[in-house]
């Protein structure tokens, strides 16, 4: 009989202590989403924002168009895509489409970069996809956060085409821009390590690896804030300007890093931010709808 008792008593404590550490769990991995946010984000729209780009490239200050747009989805954990059928397995997410267009000489560039944070859940973006053309080639590179970090690179380029590699869960640079939407106050500030942009690592050719950066924050005029990532060892610094009261729009990105060919000069990437709506643009794709680029600045 006693035996008996000792054994419901250890289980008993057992389910309590399983409980407690998921209850824990529960509120460690939950986002605090203000009803600001949900009346903005949650309204069957998207944020469309057009940008004035000057982009550093083989040394030169190129001329183009930056647009972010911002909205939210239903998101497969299992798939990592959108769900066209949501069920209460999925989770809403926050996802930015981050275009850049500009010329060098006769040709054009197209980027894009895709990621989708978690809107509730408090874990790093799940899913980073960027692609790049131009008239040489194009590059394709995804990164799948599961277990780890899953990463796929595909690239014209011998050096760099067709490879696999699995890195460990770390703070990335292409999530900070949705952070940053969702509640700047929760930004990882101080000596960390970071995965430093798509766009960064494939114009310049680097190895897709974690960075040490110093991350920092400081209201400037005008209420707006200035949020700083310094890789001290790629003598590349980003500066993300954005405004400090909700929706935190973004105003302005700076980013400044060695450029050029043999005799590599120190030139700064700028966007200015040019227009800002509201809009179901996925609606919109009539002739009748095209003075609305006119209107953002495209």
Same mark, same amino acid.
């Given at each position: 009989? $006693? &035996?008996?008792?000792?054994?419901? !008593?250890?289980?008993?404590?057992?389910?309590?202590?399983?409980?407690?550490?998921? #209850?824990?769990?529960?509120?460690?991995?939950?986002?605090? =989403?203000? #009803?600001?946010?949900?009346?903005?984000?949650?309204?069957?729209?998207?944020? %469309?924002?057009?940008?004035?780009?000057?982009?550093?490239?083989?040394?030169? +200050?190129?001329?183009?168009?930056?647009?972010?747009?911002?909205?939210?989805?239903?998101?497969?954990?299992?798939?990592?895509?959108?769900?066209?059928?949501?069920?209460?397995?999925? =989770?809403?997410?926050?996802? *930015?489409?981050?275009?850049?267009?500009?010329?060098?000489?006769?040709?054009?560039?197209?980027?894009?970069?895709?990621?989708?944070?978690?809107?509730?859940?408090? #874990?790093?973006?799940? $899913?980073?996809?960027?692609?790049?053309?131009?008239? !040489?080639? #194009?590059?394709?590179?995804? &990164?799948?956060?599961?277990?780890?970090?899953?990463?796929?690179?595909?690239?014209?380029?011998?050096?760099?085409?067709?490879?696999?590699?699995? +890195?460990?869960?770390?703070? %990335?640079?292409?999530?900070?821009?949705?952070?940053?939407?969702?509640? @700047?106050?929760?930004?990882?500030?101080?000596?960390?390590?970071?995965?430093?942009?798509?766009?960064? *690592?494939?114009?310049?050719?680097?190895?897709?690896?974690?960075?040490?950066? +110093?991350?920092?924050?400081?209201?400037?005029?005008?209420?707006?804030? !200035?949020?700083?990532?310094?890789?001290?060892?790629?003598?590349? $610094? *980003?500066?993300?300007?954005?405004?400090? $009261?909700? @929706?935190?729009?973004? *105003?302005?990105?700076?980013?400044?890093?060695?450029?050029?060919?043999?005799?590599?000069?120190?030139?700064?990437?700028?966007?200015?931010?040019?227009?800002?709506?509201?809009?179901?643009?996925?609606?919109?794709?009539?002739? =009748?709808?095209?003075? +609305?680029?006119?209107?953002?600045?495209?």
């Amino acid at each position: 009989m $006693k &035996l008996k008792i000792t054994i419901i !008593c250890t289980i008993a404590a057992l389910c309590i202590t399983a409980c407690s550490k998921s #209850q824990k769990r529960d509120l460690v991995d939950k986002r605090e =989403i203000s #009803q600001d946010f949900k009346e903005y984000w949650f309204n069957g729209e998207a944020e %469309l924002s057009s940008f004035q780009l000057t982009q550093a490239r083989y040394g030169e +200050l190129r001329e183009g168009k930056a647009v972010m747009i911002f909205v939210t989805e239903p998101f497969s954990t299992a798939k990592l895509v959108k769900a066209d059928q949501p069920t209460e397995k999925d =989770i809403s997410v926050l996802k *930015l489409n981050f275009t850049k267009n500009f010329i060098t000489g006769i040709y054009p560039y197209s980027m894009m970069t895709s990621s989708f944070l978690p809107v509730y859940e408090n #874990q790093h973006a799940l $899913k980073i996809v960027t692609s790049i053309q131009e008239w !040489c080639g #194009q590059v394709f590179v995804q &990164l799948e956060s599961r277990n780890a970090f899953d990463i796929q690179i595909h690239s014209y380029f011998e050096s760099e085409g067709e490879q696999k590699l699995t +890195l460990p869960k770390e703070h %990335l640079e292409d999530e900070i821009w949705s952070l940053i939407r969702m509640n @700047p106050e929760k930004l990882p500030l101080g000596e960390i390590k970071m995965l430093p942009s798509f766009f960064y *690592l494939r114009l310049t050719h680097q190895n897709m690896e974690f960075q040490n950066v +110093l991350a920092s924050k400081e209201k400037q005029q005008n209420d707006t804030t !200035c949020y700083t990532l310094d890789y001290k060892k790629l003598n590349r $610094k *980003l500066k993300i300007y954005f405004e400090n $009261k909700f @929706p935190y729009r973004i *105003l302005k990105f700076e980013e400044s890093y060695p450029d050029g060919f043999k005799n590599k000069q120190m030139m700064t990437t700028t966007g200015t931010l040019v227009k800002s709506i509201l809009s179901p643009y996925w609606e919109k794709k009539g002739l =009748i709808d095209e003075h +609305l680029r006119k209107d953002m600045g495209l």
